[in-house]
């Protein structure tokens, strides 16, 4: 059967469609994407703005109006941080069921990290053993950890790219006092949630599964010998530090120019960069891999699970 998934996050509104059958691996045929940066329609309140939300409903609309061209039989609609957060969220996720015409599920953030590492274990299979896995969205940063298809430990903390632009680094190009405040800021938030991972085994895979991190793995890292592509990527922690200060001085509009960096990531790449190279030197990462599945592909399979056990 044919399906969907529409995931309405902090930065983008993403269609994926899939044929996909019970047992069989789904097979991509559409993404279609629709770079929103709701955090740049945030109030001062914590409500998205009447543009944003006007935005946000017009992405909704064009993402059914193609699934409904691609013949998808079932459209699975999923919310993250960005709406789920929002002070005036009700009110949001009503005007996207309107649009939608059916339910929207509204994801927690530690079921972000365990449909994210759902994808990322059948990715990388059982042989993998103990994964630790980074997923950066817009707004939040979800950590996952465990030996099975579902995390032993998950959790998710307010330290998305859009976010933390916003927040710390406001200004383009932002500079080093910025950037170092983001990392005393971030190294505080993820205290806790550090000491609780590293009393988890230690990891056999370190993964990243982001496209802020996929695009950092095309900047920074390189690809596994004897592989080739973006889907056998090692991300080295000191490469990327060594990225930063960089990125820090040059304007957005000069960062595009650079390998991975494309037109949508310019502004909210400094804040990713920092964000992971705390959370790995914090959890005591040297280098990760980069998976090509993360929360669309997972909300996907745990659906498809379903109809086999159905």
């Given at each position: 059967m044919r399906l969907g998934v529409l995931d309405i996050g902090s930065n983008t509104v993403h269609?994926?469609?899939?044929?996909?059958?019970?047992?069989?691996?789904?097979?991509?045929?559409?993404?279609?994407?629709?770079?929103?940066?709701?955090?740049?329609?945030?109030?001062?309140?914590?409500?998205?703005?009447?543009?944003?939300?006007?935005?946000l409903v017009a992405a909704v609309v064009e993402a059914r109006e193609v699934a409904a061209a691609e013949r998808v039989e079932e459209l699975l609609a999923t919310a993250t941080s960005a709406v789920r957060e929002a002070a005036n969220g009700p009110e949001v996720i009503a005007l996207i069921e309107a649009a939608l015409g059916q339910e929207l599920q509204v994801l927690g953030g530690?079921?972000?990290?365990?449909?994210?590492?759902?994808?990322?274990?059948?990715?990388?299979?059982?042989?993998?053993?103990?994964?630790?896995?980074?997923?950066?969205?817009?707004?939040?940063?979800?950590?996952?950890?465990?030996?099975?298809?579902?995390?032993?430990?998950?959790?998710?903390?307010?330290?998305?790219?859009?976010?933390?632009?916003?927040?710390?680094?406001?200004?383009?190009?932002?500079?080093?006092?910025?950037?170092?405040?983001?990392?005393?800021?971030?190294t505080a938030v993820l205290a806790p949630v550090a000491a609780r991972f590293l009393a988890e085994p230690r990891p056999d895979h370190v993964v990243g599964s982001s496209k802020a991190i996929r695009s950092l793995a095309k900047l920074s890292g390189f690809p596994v010998p004897g592989w080739s592509g973006i889907e056998r990527m090692l991300l080295p922690r000191d490469a990327l530090g060594s990225w930063i200060p960089r990125l820090a001085r040059i304007p957005a509009s000069a960062r595009q120019e650079l390998p991975g960096i494309t037109a949508d990531r310019t502004f909210q790449i400094v804040a990713a960069a920092v964000v992971l190279h705390t959370a790995m030197t914090m959890l005591d990462v040297d280098e990760l891999e980069v998976s090509p599945w993360a929360l669309r592909e997972g909300v996907l399979l745990r659906y498809i699970e379903s109809l086999s056990w159905g």
């Amino acid at each position: 059967m044919r399906l969907g998934v529409l995931d309405i996050g902090s930065n983008t509104v993403h269609l994926l469609v899939a044929d996909a059958r019970p047992g069989g691996r789904p097979l991509a045929t559409t993404s279609k994407r629709t770079v929103l940066r709701l955090m740049r329609y945030l109030q001062p309140d914590g409500s998205i703005s009447e543009e944003g939300v006007r935005a946000l409903v017009a992405a909704v609309v064009e993402a059914r109006e193609v699934a409904a061209a691609e013949r998808v039989e079932e459209l699975l609609a999923t919310a993250t941080s960005a709406v789920r957060e929002a002070a005036n969220g009700p009110e949001v996720i009503a005007l996207i069921e309107a649009a939608l015409g059916q339910e929207l599920q509204v994801l927690g953030g530690e079921s972000e990290a365990r449909f994210t590492f759902l994808a990322v274990r059948r990715w990388f299979g059982w042989s993998a053993g103990q994964i630790l896995l980074f997923d950066i969205g817009g707004g939040s940063l979800e950590l996952a950890s465990g030996a099975d298809e579902l995390p032993d430990a998950a959790a998710s903390v307010p330290l998305g790219a859009g976010r933390t632009t916003v927040q710390f680094l406001p200004k383009d190009p932002p500079g080093e006092k910025a950037v170092e405040a983001l990392r005393e800021h971030a190294t505080a938030v993820l205290a806790p949630v550090a000491a609780r991972f590293l009393a988890e085994p230690r990891p056999d895979h370190v993964v990243g599964s982001s496209k802020a991190i996929r695009s950092l793995a095309k900047l920074s890292g390189f690809p596994v010998p004897g592989w080739s592509g973006i889907e056998r990527m090692l991300l080295p922690r000191d490469a990327l530090g060594s990225w930063i200060p960089r990125l820090a001085r040059i304007p957005a509009s000069a960062r595009q120019e650079l390998p991975g960096i494309t037109a949508d990531r310019t502004f909210q790449i400094v804040a990713a960069a920092v964000v992971l190279h705390t959370a790995m030197t914090m959890l005591d990462v040297d280098e990760l891999e980069v998976s090509p599945w993360a929360l669309r592909e997972g909300v996907l399979l745990r659906y498809i699970e379903s109809l086999s056990w159905g």
